[in-house]
Nanobody, 124 residues
Framework: QVQLVESGGGLVQAGGSLRLSCAAS????????MGWFRQAPGKEREFVAA????????YYADSAKGRFTISRDNAKNTLYLQMNSLKPEDTAVYYC?????????????????WGQGTQVTVSS
């Protein structure tokens, strides 16, 4: 069974940075796609970024391009999301997701496994 555990959320001022981590276990993830999503109160869960574990191809939402970087550490089975130049509108619960697929989904429906989420709050 795939388990995903996020960490690294917190409170940060606008313009600041945070790095989220997602520790993955239960599988060999070389043939997996993994993504970050976020959900703000009263809003639907939205795509932030995704990566194909093998090869490292990356995909970003327009809101994340130029500010966020998704990466993975093969040895640690850990997914990261480096978030810079944070804005109050980035405030949300951030979720890590995984799918056994070489095609990288960019919608929440495309993923089978989810973490519990980590809160990111950006103050103005």
């Amino acid at each position: 069974q795939v388990q995903l555990v996020e960490s690294g959320g917190g409170l940060v001022q606008a313009g600041g940075s945070l790095r989220l981590s997602c520790a993955a276990s239960g599988r060999t993830f070389s043939r997996y796609a993994m993504g970050w999503f976020r959900q703000a109160p009263g809003k639907e869960r939205e795509f932030v970024a995704a990566i194909r574990w093998i090869g490292g191809s990356t995909y970003y939402a327009d809101s994340a391009k130029g500010r966020f970087t998704i990466s993975r550490d093969n040895a640690k089975n850990t997914l990261y999301l480096q978030m810079n130049s944070l804005k109050p509108e980035d405030t949300a619960v951030y979720y890590c997701a995984a799918k056994q697929s070489l095609v990288v989904p960019t919608t929440s429906a495309g993923y089978d496994y989810w973490g519990q989420g980590t809160q990111v709050t950006v103050s103005s």
